[in-house]
């Protein structure tokens, strides 16, 4: 076969490729690499093999070939076909010992140049060396080794900033904590034209910062407008106009407590694309907290009916349930997800949360303990725990279940808690305090409970005025509040302001008329502001 034959085969196989007929691929490609026996043309054809689904063939060509030893790409691509087959042991084995810090630094035993090799095509090419981490990495996840995984995916992300897919299992899988996070990006060295990338990292990892993250790292890139040509401002509009980016804005509204706001942003995102299966999991989130069942009920069949391999779709059947206070449909279906994927961190913790719901504390805690130990930076697991504790009356259990987010304002507001059972007004005062300068202004209704707890604690530490103000900001959130008009008819009360102590009574009793506290307490005020009347008129008279 002449060359010019050979090239223009070759020139075939790649046509077929990227037209998705990988049947063809394969019969031109076994030709060329018969005819040369090239290693160029016997990887050609290890990649259609693998293209095609011939895992088990192109491994044992790629093996036999006795290259994969020498040359990176041939190790890659056979360790790839052992993940496909999942023999992950045999995975690791191929590609070779290497040992890595905590840091994500690598060292090879076998050569020490070997694992820092530089990109060896144009700049658009992915580091060979960072692919060979990220897969060692999915290997050690897949084996249940959380910290080895998590150090190699370290090692992928520091090895070449474009392997996306490493920082995505490390946010995704809640690998790391917050300072972790941040700890590693800044570690991390991106090329002089990759700012716009650092920028888009930074919003990706957790936000429980006071001040908007999303809005602040972009802002960063409007102030490089005087340095920045036409084309580069046009790549930085889209980018703040990107479904991705919208989508980590979103889940910032939902750490916020602002779930309208985050509900009409998904809603749009959804509109834009339909299938963005970040966008749909924050909109499941905000329908839950705002009670929109009918959505949620819309969206799971949709789900189900498009995705029926992915546990995202059964957590949102799940959801629904939830939704509907039908917990043991919704615990059967949370269990379905994290039997389709153990990974997915949302759908332990609804599974755990159906279980409390029930007051089943023991099965809940067992479940919240896993998923503390499979998503070690994940806090909510611990802070459920810890909330646990408090149902049962174990407030010291309660305290000492500290958490991995020492920034996210429910946490303070559950030590606030704690220390309010525990007689420790003046602790539970700082607590509160701590909560409500975390949240961004305005309030949303998710903290009118804070700002009551708030309330009760001046109350109790006889500070009536303060205590008063803190009900009517709690009213101005919610008026379906029973302890909130409650709270605040005592306060009255206690300041010996029986009309407005009996006007709040009758608020509550009208929510809730079986209410014992309120009855009593409204019988009570009621013959105070009947003694303090004929007090006053025999003075008037006396006078």
């Given at each position: ?129 960072s692919a060979i981490c990220f897969l060692r990495g999915k290997a050690f996840e897949a084996l249940e080794n959380c910290v080895q995984a ?209 007051d089943e504390g023991d099965q809940a805690m067992s479940i919240y303990r896993t998923a503390a130990r499979l998503f070690p930076g994940c ?57 409500l300068a975390q949240i961004p202004s305005p309030l949303g209704e998710m903290w009118e409970p804070t700002i009551v707890n708030l309330a ?88």
């Amino acid at each position: 076969m002449r060359e010019q034959e050979t090239e223009k085969l070759r020139a075939v196989v790649r046509d077929c490729v990227t037209k998705h007929l990988y049947s063809s691929a394969i019969f031109f490609a076994d030709k060329v690499a018969a005819f040369t026996k090239e290693p160029a043309d016997i990887y050609m054809l290890a990649q259609a093999l693998f293209l095609g689904r011939h895992y088990r063939r192109a491994f044992h060509l790629l093996h036999s070939s006795k290259i994969v030893d020498r040359d990176l790409r041939f190790r890659y691509l056979a360790a790839k076909c052992l993940e496909e087959l999942k023999d992950w042991h045999q995975c690791l084995n191929i590609l070779g010992d290497a040992n890595v810090d905590e840091h994500g630094n690598v060292y090879d035993r076998n050569d020490s140049n070997l694992m820092y090799l530089d990109k060896g095509g144009e700049d658009h090419e992915i580091n060979i060396a960072s692919a060979i981490c990220f897969l060692r990495g999915k290997a050690f996840e897949a084996l249940e080794n959380c910290v080895q995984a998590r150090k190699w995916y370290k090692a992928a992300i520091r090895a070449d900033p474009l392997c996306y897919e490493a920082l995505e299992c490390l946010i995704d899988n809640h690998m790391l904590t917050c300072e972790e996070e941040a700890s590693l990006l800044s570690s991390i060295q991106f090329g002089p034209q990759d700012g716009w990338l650092s920028s888009f990292y930074s919003c990706l990892i957790k936000k429980y910062d006071k001040e908007n993250v999303v809005e602040a790292n972009f802002g960063e890139l409007e102030k490089e407008r005087s340095t920045s040509t036409t084309s580069d401002l046009s790549f930085i509009h889209t980018l703040k106009t990107n479904t991705d980016l919208l989508a980590c804005k979103a889940e910032y509204y939902h750490q916020c407590g602002e779930y309208q706001k985050c509900f009409e942003l998904t809603s749009f995102l959804l509109e834009k694309d339909t299938f963005h299966l970040k966008s749909t999991l924050v909109h499941l989130a905000a329908a839950m907290e705002l009670g929109n069942s009918n959505e949620l009920y819309l969206l799971a069949c949709n789900l189900v009916k498009d995705y029926p391999q992915k546990a995202l779709s059964w957590f949102s059947v799940g959801c629904y349930y939830y939704c509907i206070k039908k917990y043991d449909q919704s615990r059967r279906y949370f269990s379905k997800a994290t039997n389709v994927d153990g990974n997915f961190p949302p759908a332990w913790i609804g599974y755990g949360n159906a279980y409390s719901a029930q007051d089943e504390g023991d099965q809940a805690m067992s479940i919240y303990r896993t998923a503390a130990r499979l998503f070690p930076g994940c806090h909510l697991p611990t802070l459920y725990i810890g909330m646990e504790y408090m149902r049962t009356h174990s407030y010291k259990l309660a305290d000492q279940a500290k958490t991995i987010c020492p920034s996210d304002p429910l946490v303070y507001n559950e030590l606030g808690v704690v220390a309010y059972q525990m007689k420790d007004y003046k602790k539970a005062l700082w607590w509160f305090q701590k909560t409500l300068a975390q949240i961004p202004s305005p309030l949303g209704e998710m903290w009118e409970p804070t700002i009551v707890n708030l309330a009760h604690v001046y109350r109790k530490l006889k500070m009536y005025n303060e205590a008063i103000s803190y009900y009517e900001k709690a009213l101005a959130l919610s008026t379906r509040s029973v302890s909130t008009y409650a709270g605040l008819a005592y306060a009255y009360h206690l300041q010996d302001n029986f009309t407005a102590a009996i006007t709040y009574y009758h608020k509550a009793l009208w929510i809730k008329p079986d209410d014992q506290f309120c009855t009593e307490m409204l019988s009570l005020a009621l013959a105070d502001e009947c003694h303090n009347n004929i007090d006053t008129e025999r003075i008037k008279a006396y006078v």
